[in-house]
């Protein structure tokens, strides 16, 4: 059995997945100085995530968020490749965050334990998936845990770091701490749970939000705005599920009841009804408010 790499010795970081959240984990990891491949089965996926960064780059340096020097050599940190194999092969750490279905994260953890060197960790992004299924496929087991990110990467502070049973301590100590070189604030799941800690936090305000608007209680705008004004949150959870997407909130949803079978994880009908009519929240124009 292998160990992981302390952290001292990490410079090389893989993330596969250029979508909303393996392009901005990738320029987190650059931005911390770390050689870093975003890997995407897609041309158009990488050339957009590329285009992206530059974006932001370039808007954070005009505001006088970020010193030209530093970008630059964030960018410069930055290599997008559509090729496994050749992106895993020298890889410390591999942080996947790709198109959440069981059988493509399966796959990819199959020829990463096969291509990826033996120190490499190989964690998940994945929101719903403990990172148990797919470890297996590994021979590796001891090196996977779930490394999750929150929307959008780039900004938000929280990492839940979450083990599974055979997942080493070595390997949960190399995560955590890569986390806070990220300038993140980690934190430690000891066990695997649907939703993790954050999104059944998030789902007991959702449910209630529901709930309430439901029942007629108050409209949505003033459940939004009470969350605001009376909590402190800096969106209301009407607002938070728009942004977020209701085809993933439905999602998620239909994910956890799936394990927990639980009455109250049931999926929202009203969620259902407004992603059956293409109404998706803010990517599609409207959602619970309309945008357009
Ligand atoms: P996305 O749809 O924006 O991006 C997924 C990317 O994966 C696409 O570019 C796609 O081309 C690529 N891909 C598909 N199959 C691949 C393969 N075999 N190899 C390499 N790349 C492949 O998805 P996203 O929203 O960025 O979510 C990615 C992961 O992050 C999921 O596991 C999700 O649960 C998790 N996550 C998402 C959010 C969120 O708010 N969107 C938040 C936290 C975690």
Redesign the pocket.
Known sequence: MSTPLGIENISTILV????????QIAMTAALAGYATTI????ED?LA??RAELEGWAAGRVAKGKLDEETAAAALGALTYNTD?EASAANADFVI??????LD??T??FERLGKIAPAHAILA??????GSSKVAGATGRADRVCNM????P?LVMKCVEVVRHETTSDATVETTMELARRLGKEPVLINREIPGFVANRLMGAVRREALFLADAGVASIEDIDTTARTALGYPMGPFALMDL??LD?VNF?DQATYAETGAAEDAPNQRIAALVAEGKLGRKSGAGFYDYK
Do not use: C, P, Y
């Open positions: 596969i997945g250029a979508g909303t959240m393996g392009r890997q995407d089965i897609s996926g957009g995530a496994l996947e965050a790709a198109t959440e279905r493509i994260k796959q990819i998940t992004n994945s929101s719903t998936l999750h990110f929150f929307n990467a977020v997407g993933v998620i």
